[in-house]
T-cell receptor
Framework: QKEVEQDPGPLSVPEGAIVSLNCTYSNSAFQYFMWYRQYSRKGPELLMYTYSSGNKEDGRFTAQVDKSSKYISLFIRDSQPSDSATYLCAMSPQGGSEKLVFGKGTKLTVNP | DVKVTQSSRYLVKRTGEKVFLECVQDMDHENMFWYRQDPGLGLRLIYFSYDVKMKEKGDIPEGYSVSREKKERFSLILESASTNQTSMYLC?????????????FGPGTRLLVL
């Protein structure tokens, strides 16, 4: 079993849809969870950062962590064409500045 | 704003050539990382460094070496490039400190080895 599993998609939705992106993991030592967004031909940029279990909201984005199920999610409300990108989950036992384990990324297209 | 720059956006090299990829960050970060990104495989860590002249192997160090002579600069070296090293190479940096610190990525270098 891979340490981090992420459905690569691709995922195509109409503008305004609610998008759900997910990752599962196997290492119970992971405590810090991140979502990065990567536009085509660019480097990843941090979108959301959560510690342990719970929810975190930032505008149209909500990150959820369920450590008991080893499952993390990113929800995008009222999706926009500008949200079209690849979304990468990442996680670490010790924090975001340390060695991260990444999912393979999910490619999202939001159609106008 | 944190800025991580990489010396080239696109690079074409021949098999057997020695290749240098340069990364510079301007925020006095202690930690620097080199990843490669391939379709279907995601980001994989090649090497990282927590301080000048220090280096640690990541998950796929074979065929690569690194150099960190100055705090702001981290170089990835392909001693003898091979076609299976054709990839997108991403550099990242982060501050050493609390768990809330995160990694900042450069724009990437697309390397094609012929």
């Amino acid at each position: 079993q891979k340490e981090v599993e992420q459905d690569p998609g691709p995922l195509s939705v109409p503008e305004g849809a609610i998008v759900s992106l997910n990752c599962t993991y196997s290492n119970s030592a992971f405590q810090y969870f991140m979502w990065y967004r990567q536009y085509s031909r660019k480097g990843p940029e941090l979108l959301m950062y959560t510690y342990s279990s719970g929810n975190k909201e930032d505008g149209r984005f909500t990150a959820q962590v369920d450590k008991s199920s080893k499952y993390i999610s990113l929800f995008i409300r009222d999706s926009q064409p500008s949200d079209s990108a690849t979304y990468l989950c990442a996680m670490s036992p010790q924090g975001g500045s340390e060695k991260l384990v990444f999912g393979k990324g999910t490619k999202l297209t939001v159609n106008p | 704003d944190v800025k991580v720059t990489q010396s080239s956006r696109y690079l074409v090299k021949r098999t057997g050539e020695k290749v240098f990829l340069e990364c510079v960050q301007d925020m006095d970060h202690e930690n620097m990382f080199w990843y490669r990104q391939d379709p279907g495989l995601g980001l994989r860590l090649i090497y990282f460094s927590y301080d000048v002249k220090m280096k640690e192997k990541g998950d796929i160090p074979e065929g690569y070496s690194v150099s960190r002579e100055k705090k702001e600069r981290f170089s990835l070296i392909l001693e003898s490039a091979s076609t299976n090293q054709t990839s997108m190479y991403l550099c990242a940096s982060s501050r050493w400190g609390g768990p809330q610190e995160t990694q900042y990525f450069g724009p990437g270098t697309r390397l094609l080895v012929l």
